[in-house]
T-cell receptor, first 114, second 114 residues
Framework: AQSVTQPDIHITVSEGASLELRCNYS??????LFWYVQSPGQGLQLLLK??????LVQGIKGFEAEFKRSQSSFNLRKPSVHWSDAAEYFC????????????FGTGTRLKVLA | DAGVIQSPRHEVTEMGQEVTLRCKPI?????LFWYRQTMMRGLELLIY????????DSGMPEDRFSAKMPNASFSTLKIQPSEPRDSAVYFC????????????FGPGTRLTVL
């Protein structure tokens, strides 16, 4: 069955430190992969997506993610975290079962220390 | 564009009452998605529409839930009768061309059923 796993429920980093959020997926074919961010009280916003081609994908707000087929991973990275990056981050994979459906991970909540 | 608009932002009701959540998608978007977010189950897709037609409602938890999209600019999600376990944040999202493209999320409706 298709699935997405985000192993880290909470992560705390200091402002200016680097960040890596993990995402592993289970999918029978080449997946479409997404990272979304949810700020408190807000809806989700797309950070970046991968469909094909270059496995290193650049997104908004200085984020990037690397698709590694051999590891079934799509980890999100940022070289220097800002206090405003504190939010919840969701990895998603789609489509599933022949329909336009995402499967979302359970999310990683990022806390940034000043 | 104002983005996806949802109303109300907060709803508190008593068990057994009917609840109607509303969504106005971004103009020109042909896909509309309803999601439910809870701590226990994360973000779940309930139903999605394409050109106002329901395509997949397999995520609708029970017959108490129903969704309609009478026109391209309006959709409702109704729960009748409501139960405490329906308490969650309900998101509406819209996109052009389905899940391969970015979904734009509304701010959500926080539903509390007492």
């Amino acid at each position: 069955a298709q699935s997405v796993t985000q192993p880290d429920i909470h992560i705390t980093v200091s402002e200016g430190a680097s960040l890596e959020l993990r995402c592993n997926y289970s999918y029978g074919a080449t997946p479409y992969l997404f990272w979304y961010v949810q700020s408190p009280g807000q809806g989700l916003q797309l950070l970046l997506k991968y469909f094909s081609g270059d496995t290193l994908v650049q997104g908004i707000k200085g984020f990037e993610a690397e698709f590694k087929r051999s590891q079934s991973s799509f980890n999100l990275r940022k070289p220097s975290v800002h206090w405003s990056d504190a939010a919840e981050y969701f990895c998603a994979v789609g489509p599933t079962s022949g329909t336009y459906k995402y499967i979302f991970g359970t999310g990683t909540r990022l806390k940034v220390l000043a | 564009d104002a983005g996806v608009i949802q109303s109300p932002r907060h709803e508190v009701t008593e068990m057994g009452q009917e609840v109607t959540l509303r969504c106005k998608p971004i103009s020109g978007h042909d896909y509309l998605f309803w999601y439910r977010q809870t701590m226990m189950r994360g973000l779940e897709l309930l139903i999605y529409f394409n050109n106002n037609v329901p395509i997949d409602d397999s995520g609708m938890p029970e017959d108490r839930f129903s969704a309609k999209m009478p026109n391209a600019s309006f959709s409702t999600l109704k729960i009748q009768p409501s139960e405490p376990r329906d308490s969650a944040v309900y998101f509406c999202a819209s996109s052009v061309g389905g899940s391969y493209n970015e979904q734009f999320f509304g701010p959500g409706t926080r539903l509390t059923v007492l």
